[in-house]
């Protein structure tokens, strides 16, 4: 099953502004997290946001979370081209199942 | 020293073989994961492992056996390879996957090409 959903599928953005992913789930959760994925590369961990809290920042990362919405948001302020990336949402189902939505592909253009 | 590592990188084989691909991870960590990802880039959770045992096996074609010979290790072996198979599996583990806030480390990735 798919737990988290992305949306955009794709976004394109200039260098220097901020770009806004979406996330959406389905069942309860204890916490939510960002992973990045650079080309042909593993995922790597960004943030993780627990049930019980609205927001975090982490850099220039900004996660919120609305547990009524079933829905978090990630933000990349002053992007970077570094910042070209595939972007997930995760969550645990069932206590033991990392379940990754979509993804959103981040390209940052120069 | 890489934390999550897998082998080999690259696989390219013919339809019908029998492969295995290898994950260790220094990390002390409970709970191993094998994942599938397609070309579409979707990530599918094929096997979890704690302690050694196995936690979740989703609906994953029976020619898929995972072996976790100590927490460290778990190992996906494939046998009679289908054109299907072709994708990038991913290992990956987390302290403890069992309702714990925990990050998961992932390996870098074994790209599988049956031709």
């Known amino acids: 099953s798919q737990q988290g959903e992305e949306d955009p599928q794709a976004l394109s953005i200039q260098e220097g502004e901020n770009a806004t992913m979406n996330c959406s789930y389905k069942?309860?959760?204890?916490?939510l997290q960002w992973y990045r994925q650079n080309s042909g590369r593993g995922l790597v961990h960004l943030i993780l946001?627990?049930?019980?809290?609205r927001e975090k920042h982490s850099g220039r990362l900004r996660v919120t979370l609305d547990t009524s919405k079933k829905s978090s948001s990630l933000l990349i302020t002053a992007s970077r081209a570094a910042d070209t990336a595939s972007y997930f949402c995760a969550t645990f189902e069932y206590g033991n199942k990392l379940v990754f939505g979509a993804g959103t592909i981040l390209r940052v253009k120069s | 020293d890489t934390a999550v590592s897998q082998t080999p990188k690259y696989l390219v084989t013919q339809m019908g073989n029998d492969k295995s691909i290898k994950c260790e991870q220094n990390l002390g960590h409970d709970t191993m994961y094998w994942y599938k990802q397609d070309s579409k880039k979707f990530l599918k959770i094929m096997f979890s492992y704690n302690n050694k045992e196995l936690i979740i096996n989703e609906t994953v074609p029976n020619r898929f056996s995972p072996k976790s010979p100590d927490k460290a290790h778990l190992n996906l072996h494939i046998n009679s390879l289908e054109l299907g198979d072709s994708a990038v599996y991913f290992c990956?583990?987390?302290?403890?996957?069992?309702?714990?806030?925990?990050?998961?480390?992932f390996g870098q990735g074994t790209r599988l090409t049956v031709v």
């Open positions: 990956a583990s987390s302290q403890d996957g069992i309702g714990q806030n925990t990050e998961a480390f």
């Open positions: 069942t309860s959760i204890n916490n």
């Open positions: 946001i627990r049930s019980n809290e």
